[in-house]
Every structure is written in C-alpha cells, then in structure tokens.
C-alpha cells in the first residue's frame, strides 16, 4: 500500500498572462475546496509577462488553501515551474506533485477521488491520471496509446485502472510521486515547455513503472486543438524543435515522424496562412 495521507500532495498551478482568480483551474479548486481537509498547498507559479506585485488579494483564499505566489516574468516555461515545485516537494516531504495549468476544469471531488484511489494502488504506480474531455466538443484528448514508433491512438472512453502498456497524458492533472521525480533528477530541461508529457510519460515507460488512470473526467482547452487561429508561428517552432528532439531518440520514431510532417503538410496547404507550411516543411526537410 501507498503511504498517503490528505495533506501530502503539493498542488502546483502555472499561471501566464492570466490572473489567478481568473483561472478556470483555480475556480473549480475553490468549488472543491470543502472536501479538503486539512487544506491543501498551492504553489502558483506566474509566467506573465508583467509581474503583479500586489498580492493582498490572496487574503481571501486563506481559508480554503495555503499558497506560494512566484512571479517569473522571463517566462522560462512549465518545466521550470514544476521543477521549482518538485524542489519544495522534497524538502518538505511530499508525497505527490499535482500539476496542473490554468484552463483545466476539475470535479469538486477530484483530489478526493485521487485520495482514496491511492490507499489501494499498486506501489509500482507513479502517476494518476484522469481522462481528459477537450471541452469544445467533449472528445477524450488525454491519455492515448503510443507505440515504440511513436504512433498514438486513441483509447476508450472508460479506460480506468492500471494500464500495462504504454501512453501518454497530458500534463494538467496529473499526479506524479516525487520520489520517482527523485529518481529521474525532475523535469527535463530539454522539454521547457512542449513534449514535456511525451518525455515523462515516457520515462515512467522506460523505467518499467505503472499509470493508473482514474475513473473521472476533467475538462481542458487545448490551446493547439485549432492551430491557424490559436498558435503563434513563435509557438509552433517551439512545437516542431520539442517535437524533432523526442523524435529523434530512435529510429523508428524519427521514420514515423517524417510520416507525420507529411500528414502535417497536407493539412497545412489547405491554411490561408502558408507560414505555417514554410515551417514544417524546413523540419521536414532537415
């Protein structure tokens, strides 16, 4: 049995450009706060570009929670934040990382369901995650199946419990026990912000460790669901950069994602803006 108790899991929330109060994560931690006590801890760190100095509205969550605020106006990414996260984690003896960004809606019960989810859990499983709906139109984004080749397929809308063979999740949501951070030396710096959930996930893979998907559902924008009117031309070259260095890690998957490029391509062609064309077409071409 996992040692666990209520106050062992450290919630980190990664904020950018977005007030807290704003975020659509924290509304629904707040809507769930009651099923927790004692109160849980929130680091929210804040990638925004303009630093909020005045922090006195933080007063009124006191009752409900204890955070840390960090304003980080370089905007480092999200690997930084959650290895920030992890360091306080492991100082303090946490048992569970929490991640979580800030367009993720939560049940009002999901840390509980988590909670007694664990009690009963094989030692051998060093994340949870939950199925995740983009909320656009209900679709299951999170978690899919990938293959040695890096080939992704989707899974049932009621996978639940321990899963034997390999997929991916996306980050937000998903709790990771910090010993196995431990065991890994935290978050990949190569992955600051794109493919960080491949490369994780991928290592609990390598490390013949065990997912557990939870039996509920969360509700997620995803910000790349509509490329053309939802990605920067910065952005997506940060995508296809993250994407050729995990690719790249075999063979099999640097075939496949040649494959993928030329998928890309054709869907591409059909954008009024043709930049993004021009960008995958150097990746592929490299």
């Known amino acids: 049995m996992l040692p666990t108790t209520e106050n062992n899991i450290l ?52 009752s409900y929670f204890t955070i840390e605020y960090v304003s980080d106006d370089t905007n480092p990414g999200i690997s930084h934040a959650y290895n920030y996260a992890f360091k306080v984690a492991s100082e303090h003896h946490f048992n569970w990382l929490l991640l979580l960004d800030q367009d993720t809606k939560l049940p009002v019960n999901y840390i509980q369901t988590f909670i007694e989810t664990v009690e009963c859990a094989n030692t051998c499983v060093v994340s949870f995650v939950p199925r995740v709906e983009q909320e656009v139109n209900e679709l299951v984004i999170s978690p899919f199946k990938i293959n040695s080749f890096g080939v992704m397929k989707k899974l049932s809308k009621k996978v639940k419990g321990v899963i034997d063979y390999n997929i991916i999740a996306i980050n937000s949501g998903a709790f990771i026990s ?36 939870l039996d509920i559902n969360v ?3 995803l910000s790349v669901a509509n490329f053309e ?30 494959i993928r490029l030329i998928k890309r391509l054709f869907q591409q062609s059909r954008f009024k803006n043709k930049s993004f064309f021009k960008k995958t077409l150097k990746y592929f071409l490299k």
């Open 11 to 62: 919630i980190v929330l990664v904020l950018y450009n977005e007030f807290l109060e704003n975020s659509e994560t924290f509304k629904s931690l707040l809507k769930g706060s009651f099923q927790n006590k004692p109160k849980h801890k929130i680091i929210v760190y804040d990638n925004s570009t303009a630093t909020r100095h005045d922090l006195s509205f933080l007063k009124k969550y006191e």
């Open 178 to 213: 910090v010993a196995f951070l431990s065991e890994i030396g935290g978050f990949s710096k190569d992955y600051p912000l794109d493919m960080l959930d491949f490369w994780l996930f991928s290592k609990i893979s390598e490390n013949k460790k065990l997912i557990y998907v």
């Open 219 to 221: 509700l997620h924008d």
């Open 229 to 258: 009117n939802n990605v920067s031309l910065g952005r997506y070259e940060s995508i296809l950069s993250a994407e050729k260095r995990f690719y790249s890690s075999t063979r099999k998957r640097k075939y496949f994602h040649k």
